[in-house]
């Protein structure tokens, strides 16, 4: 009932952003260029000290975290250790629950990334007319109105009918796959709209007079510009995987279980200190990707975005 409650805010979200949609063209023309800002000291100086502070912070929660996990027994015993590590001391799956975790959050960008920005241009460029484009964007935005052990529950009432041929993916890695695609859609699909609304339609119009396929125009036009957001997209859903725990508590079998879930076990027999360490080591592999993706989005920017510089 409540899970029901909250998908009305999500119908009013639509009715907004459709009524928003018919005032709004396109950003970018053939000759767009984007605004570059020009550095302004009494500006951008107290700015700086704003996020250094916010980012010290974050930084002190992630440290303290990193230390709890190299604390022999917290509170009571404050000895330097790496055996928290060993995670098979403290859970049956050890470092297998973390490599799950890995797959899974592997698999869902990649699918979720494809079938996110294919959904979000054939709704936003394709020729289907009619009531169907609308209905498909009011179901894209309602994942992020449905909490998450709502979402989970939900999986749990839909495949353990005896009478659902899907039945057997349940407790496998492709439902914890698709569940969190499910889980993280809205995020992504507004994310790819968005990319995709700032071109103007001149470049279909243009592509279709010289007989070009639609395909074509797609592959090497659209998807090109919209790259950087949809290296976003494929990050987002990375990250959100590994650390998911509301809806795939609900859903993962002896051999599927995730790291996220393994640290509320381990919470909950008072292990501490090797929750910190499984949540330490899912922190690690997330900033890897993340340094990843900044260290590669500028040669990607450069190579794909170099036509909008002035």
Request: proline share 6%.
């Amino acid at each position: 009932v409540v899970g029901l409650v909250l998908l009305l805010p999500a119908v009013g979200a639509f009715a907004l952003d459709l009524w928003a949609r018919r005032r709004q063209g396109s950003v970018f023309s053939g000759r767009a260029v984007p605004l570059e800002p020009k550095p302004r000291a009494g500006r951008d100086a107290p700015l700086l000290l704003f996020c250094l502070i916010v980012a010290a912070m974050l930084l002190g929660l992630v440290g303290l975290a990193v230390w709890g996990s190299l604390i022999r027994f917290w509170p009571w015993n404050l000895e330097l250790t790496l055996a928290n590590y060993e995670f098979a001391r403290f859970d049956s799956a050890g470092w297998g629950s973390l490599w799950t975790s890995v797959r899974l959050a592997f698999w869902t960008a990649l699918l979720g990334t494809a079938l996110v920005f294919l959904l979000a241009y054939m709704i936003e460029r394709g020729r289907v007319g009619g009531p169907l484009p609308r209905l498909l964007s009011l179901a894209a935005t309602l994942p992020l109105a449905v909490p998450g052990l709502v979402l989970g529950l939900a999986y749990i009432l839909f495949f353990n009918d005896p009478a659902n041929p899907l039945g057997f993916l349940y407790g496998t890695l492709a439902i914890l796959v698709l569940n969190s695609i499910i889980h993280f859609y809205t995020v992504c699909h507004l994310t790819a709209v968005t990319a995709i609304r700032q071109l103007d339609p001149e470049f279909e119009s243009v592509g279709a007079s010289l007989k070009v396929p639609a395909w074509v125009t797609f592959w090497r036009v659209t998807l090109p510009i919209c790259l950087p957001a949809t290296l976003d997209i494929f990050v987002y859903l990375f990250v959100n995987a590994m650390t998911t725990v509301s809806a795939v508590v609900f859903l993962y079998g002896p051999d599927t279980k995730p790291a996220s879930v393994a640290v509320i076990h381990m919470d909950e027999a008072g292990q501490v200190s090797a929750a910190a360490a499984m949540a330490v080591a899912i922190l690690a592999i997330n900033v890897a990707l993340k340094l990843l993706h900044l260290a590669t989005a500028g040669r990607i920017e450069r190579a794909t975005q170099a036509w909008r510089k002035r």
